[in-house]
């Protein structure tokens, strides 16, 4: 039931997801900043940069007060109190509405990190894939119905938001998500608890250095010391880097460049992130019942690998036209499927591998290549076009299976 609040605060953010790229294009001042694309990429590579610091220092407080609920409703909290400021007269400035959306990705990341804590301490070790997969599937939930909010407001099913100007309908939406964000807070609030003892983590790391130990007693006198192999934290910090550094590139520039192929048609953009958010889903449940019976390890490299090779099918399908709405639907979902496989696998080695009192330190690396993802992403977009930022963005997720398959 805790998981409850997060559920709408991701329906806010689905819907959000779309929208502020959409809406933010639309400024008519964008030329301060080098055009609306270049002003997106700036927007979200400085909020995640900023988010940087922010991930380590919420996961540090978190870890050292082991008050993980304040930290949760900090998130929803000035979520609500921003998306609100944000109608206001002065937020149509596009410099400040830049420097609120910062702001609020700053505070935003501190639910993240006492989050994955929660879940990690409330369960034990085993059963971590299968916790996580459940809350992220039911968080994508919320995104998905977020995202059917945004396409039900952009096509104007309603009749009252089918008579409302663009920018009065811009102003309901941000009401909306604000609206949506003190309901997580109210329930968050209502249903969180911290857990009374703090050792799972612990626990999960001795059995790790015992595991090794065995195997270094066991594999004494062989010639191979392949089984003395332990993961490089340098190259999984590398590789998760890379990996969210592609998703960036890709998925930034996306939700215009869809936009412009169908003709300015938001409704459609709408309608295929929740096909991605619909197998990332699907995703979700899968891993929650599979996670015990599968090599990490071994498997995870593989989804990040395909996660590449779909986007070079995206590529082909676009400059050969072969049925692209179709076509561009089904791999999107496999994107999303891909993505959760992925996701779920990293999360649980990163709650081994990095310690305790460290715990914002996945974000962190999360978010790193997310900034640099997302100013490159509209900018290399801007400059060479989409489908060559497309490219590039595979071959990055080439270069993370590469990374993955020879440090883990």
Known sequence: MWRLGFFFHEMAFGLLYVFIPLYLVTFNDTSVLGGPLVALGIMISVSIFCSIPASFLWGYLCDKTRHYKVFILLSFLSSAVILFLM????????????ALYVVMQFFHVSHEAPKNVLIAEHYSRNEWEKSYGFYEALTEVGFIAGLVIGLVLSVGLCSFTATLSSAVLATYTLYLCSILSVVALVLSALLIADPLMIFERRLVSIERNIDFSYRCVQSYGLSSSRALKQPSFVGFALAIVTFSLASSLFFTPLPVFLKTL?????????FLYILNSIGATVGFFFIRNRACSMDLRKHMPRYVLTRGLLIFAFIGVIEFAIYP????GVLLGMLGFSFAMYYIMMLSLSMELIPEGKS???????????????????????NISYLPTF?????????AFLMLKIFT
């Open 87 to 98: 109608t206001l007269p002065f937020a149509q400035n596009i410099l400040f509405f830049i």
């Open 391 to 399: 490219l590039i963005a595979a071959i990055a997720f080439l270069v």
């Open 360 to 382: 914002g330190f996945f974000d962190g690396l999360v978010g790193l290549g997310a900034a640099l993802g997302s100013f490159l992403g509209p900018f290399l977009a801007n």
């Open 325 to 328: 709405t179709i076509t561009m």
């Open 262 to 270: 169908f003709n300015g048609q938001a409704s459609m953009v709408y």
